[in-house]
């Protein structure tokens, strides 16, 4: 059973903007930390963002250009992403860290299978 379910992936030229989905059915109350990561073709995963507590942290690679949220009611985690560029395409995961709280990217253990992000320039 899927325990976090991205959406909101697509193709859209540079300059665009795209809002990301984490639908984590019980993962936002119970996990310590919940986070955004990223990976392309031929290059490490690496976080974009971060939320803990009710504490959003954006990493320095898109910090002024995305935002992470959190919609409890709903059990969603969001990432809003605005004047996007050809080096923001990637597989966007969600992911929950169940343990630590530290929100380092090492700690997370549940991962969503992803969704792709194109940006055209």
């Known amino acids: 059973q899927e325990r976090l379910k991205e959406s909101g992936g697509g193709s859209i030229e540079a300059g665009g903007s795209l809002t990301l989905s984490c639908v984590s059915f019980?993962?936002?109350?119970?996990?310590?930390?919940m986070g955004w990561f990223r990976q392309s073709p031929g290059k490490e995963r690496e976080g974009v963002a971060t939320?803990?507590?009710?504490?959003?942290r954006i990493f320095d690679s898109v910090k002024g250009r995305f935002t992470v949220s959190v919609d409890t009611s709903k059990k969603t985690m969001y990432l809003t992403m605005t004047n996007l560029k050809p080096e923001d395409t990637a597989m966007y995961y969600c992911?929950?860290?169940?343990?630590?709280?530290?929100?380092?990217?090492?700690?997370?253990?549940?991962w969503g299978q992803g969704t792709q992000v194109t940006v055209s320039s």
């Open positions: 992911a929950a860290d169940l343990f630590y709280g530290v929100c380092r990217p090492g700690d997370f253990d549940l």
């Open positions: 019980d993962l936002i109350d119970t996990s310590k930390c």
């Open positions: 939320w803990r507590r009710g504490q959003a």
